[in-house]
Nanobody, 119 residues
Framework: QVQFVESGGGLVQPGGSLRLSCAASGTMFSIYAMGWYRQAPGKQRELVAAQASGGRTHYGDSVKGRFTISRDNAKNTLYLQMNSLKPEDTAVYYC?????????????WGQGTQVTVSS
């Protein structure tokens, strides 16, 4: 009964920044590894960034150095700071719990939040 509500997406120019939020409910948030995924039209959902409950992070090669994942366990909230955005970052972004050993999602998908990078 884990629920995720993503927010913070929008339209941004190339080179701009956005900060996405993922509010989790119905779970003991602090014990889970969490991740951000994205899915562009016609493409499969891909893992963008992940963070273990202890803070260790993983980033996809395409976003490394530009995106930063973080969490506030007290607020049951996961964040994705997105800087130097590129048109190829355009996608619907989702969060989910992650089985850390395989980097695969465990929970149900929320509605996601749309990020559009365009001039």
């Amino acid at each position: 009964q884990v629920q995720f509500v993503e927010s913070g997406g929008g339209l941004v120019q190339p080179g701009g920044s956005l900060r996405l939020s993922c509010a989790a409910s119905g779970t003991m948030f602090s014990i889970y590894a969490m991740g951000w995924y994205r899915q562009a039209p016609g493409k499969q959902r891909e893992l963008v960034a992940a963070q273990a409950s202890g803070g260790r992070t993983h980033y996809g090669d395409s976003v490394k150095g530009r995106f930063t994942i973080s969490r506030d366990n007290a607020k049951n909230t996961l964040y994705l700071q997105m800087n130097s955005l590129k048109p190829e970052d355009t996608a619907v972004y989702y969060c989910n719990t992650i089985r850390i050993a395989t980097m695969t999602p465990l929970g149900s998908w929320g509605q996601g939040t749309q990020v559009t990078v365009s001039s």
